[in-house]
């Protein structure tokens, strides 16, 4: 390791390989700062007067991005999802709401089971199930789609201008690297840093971390001494997305700055090729309102991944309604 801070000459608490650089503790943190400052700049992420909703999971992740946006002076609520996966949703929850408590910042709270009537371990049985059958899907699956979905109608009800998510460099490059081996352009295409509202109903959508490799931002939680959790989520054990990780952190080892070239290569040049293949018709799903594509049969009533995945889960009867909000719209203190 170079014995000397690049920026003050000072000790050297980390080295950053793929910008051939070491950090004291303070130059790191602003060197964190700086990167975050980039993406909002370089993709127009944040106005100083928006009002930001910061999707925390009590990880490293967005628990350093909330950090950076108050530090950077952003009006950042947080919001932190319910998911029922046992005393690791219970010590998520925990951190986030300690962290919120600390920076006198406020932390709305959702429910899945409470809500949606049910939890994220129960969409896993069900997936089990149900895999082999139309419209089954994987747990990490019905996480993520119950995430992307409830992030967007929280802000939207909350009267937020952009939601920012704790995604890094590291996991938007192992999601492209996915995206790539099935050349999926549609998705390549709307993994993008920052996704406009291009109609009402949706709201913005940021991800101010993805200059900042994992690593990184666990030593930037670290230096800046905030607690967060440490344990993987018990679901994912081995899924497909680790898998990737560790193919791109072999060839990192072997060649240094492999992860960064491939993400940054995307956001600079392919992303704009590709954004024709974000050709989706969206509609209003008949059940909840909420923006969805539209059916290829135009006699069909659009009926949103959300509101399909969770009929199956709690059964037709309960699948809401415009009249039944999805969202009871529960705040934290
Ligand atoms: P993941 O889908 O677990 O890789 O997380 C990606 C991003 O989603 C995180 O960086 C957070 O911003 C957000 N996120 C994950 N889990 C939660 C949760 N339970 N509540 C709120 N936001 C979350
Ligand atoms: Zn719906």
Known sequence: MPMRCKRCRGKVVIEVRRHNAAFCRDCFVHYVRQQVSRAIAKHRMLAPTDRVLVAVSGGKDSLGLWDLLLD?????????????????????????????????????????????????????????????????????????????????????????????TGHNLDDEAAVLFANTLRWDTASMARQFPVLEATRPGLVKKVKPLYRVAERESAAYCVLKGIDYVVEECPLVGGNTQMRHKETLNQMEEASPGTKHNFLFGYVDRAAALLRAADVAELA????????????????????????????????????????????????GP
């Open 284 to 331: 209003e799903c008949s059940r909840c309102g909420m923006v969805t594509q539209a059916p290829d049969d135009p006699a069909e009533a659009p009926v949103c991944a959300f509101c399909r995945t969770r009929a199956r889960l709690v059964g037709e009867a309960s699948s809401g309604g415009r009249t039944l909000p999805v969202v009871s719209g529960r705040a």
């Open 72 to 164: 950077l002076g952003y009006q950042a609520d947080g919001l932190y999802l319910g998911l029922g996966i046992g005393g690791y949703s219970d010590r998520s929850k925990d951190l986030s709401q300690a962290f919120a408590d600390a920076r006198g910042a406020k932390l709305v709270v959702h429910d899945l089971e409470s809500e949606q009537g049910y939890t994220i371990p129960e969409a896993a049985g069900a997936g089990r199930l149900k895999r082999a059958s139309p419209g089954g899907r994987s747990s990490c699956a019905v996480c993520g789609l119950s995430k992307r979905y409830l992030f967007n109608r929280v802000a939207l009800e909350g009267g937020y201008d952009v939601v920012a």
